[in-house]
């Protein structure tokens, strides 16, 4: 049988018009049931990507997702840090660590609405993308998503951490820091765009700290059955 396929308009894995599969790339590749169909990959790998940008804001997205987490814990913006060991010496650094902890409750709300644009990205996977991410790093699906969704959601999420920062204090902080700051001789100047710097930040490292745990939970899949859930996942990725 000729086993040449042309997959146009595959609902589960996107084409452009042009794009053409050589099933060559198939052999070899297969988990529980022998060799993998082209869509079964597609669809591996997008619930692979599914559930770890379920399993990142679910993790995130939550009380102390980020404050108590050593590991994508938000840190100050460098120009903080100078100003707090400038305070701390003489206790005068409460309100810095005080703005520490609503920066990180700020990217703990903003988070979770970042998961629309994730499945977005997910569903525009394509049947080339997919085998490149099945034969790439173990954070390749990881690197895919990054590629395809940094810009946006950056765009999406400095409205939205401009807020959270806002209802949780943040903001009025660094104004307060500021103004303190002024009547302090030879003390470190925050400039006039301290607010959206710390925006940025915000917005730079909640990023991060997203992308960490959907790394994180795809390495997970490609090395553990016991995280290979669905059948089709144990199908991509073996028993």
Do not use: W
């Amino acid at each position: 049988m000729d086993r040449r396929i042309v997959l146009l308009g595959l609902a589960s894995a996107p084409l452009s018009a042009c794009e053409t599969f050589d099933p060559s790339v198939l052999d070899g590749l297969g988990g529980l049931g022998g060799t993998l169909t082209a869509g079964e990959v597609a669809l591996g790998l997008k619930a692979a990507l599914d559930n770890g940008v379920g399993n990142a804001l679910s993790n995130v997205g939550v009380l102390n997702g980020f404050l108590g987490n050593n590991t994508i814990r938000i840190p100050l913006p460098k120009v903080l840090q100078d100003v707090q060991s400038f305070l701390a010496p003489v206790g005068a650094d409460g309100l810095l660590v005080e703005l520490q902890t609503q920066l990180n409750r700020g990217a703990e709300k903003a988070a979770p609405v970042a998961r629309d644009i994730f499945l977005d990205a997910i569903r525009g996977l394509t049947i080339t993308d997919a085998f490149d991410i099945l034969r790439g790093a173990d954070t390749a699906a990881t690197e895919y998503l990054q590629a395809r969704t940094t810009t946006r959601l950056g765009q999406l999420f400095s409205p939205i951490m401009e807020n959270a920062l806002n209802q949780t204090g943040a903001l009025r902080i660094v104004d307060d820091v500021s103004s303190q700051l002024k009547s302090v001789p030879f003390g470190p100047n925050l400039g006039v765009d301290a607010r959206n710097d710390l925006i940025s930040h915000g917005v730079d490292y909640g990023l991060r700290g997203v992308f960490h745990f959907i790394g994180e939970e795809e390495k997970a899949i490609r090395a553990n059955p016991a995280k290979r859930t669905s059948e089709i996942l144990r199908r991509v990725f073996g028993a």
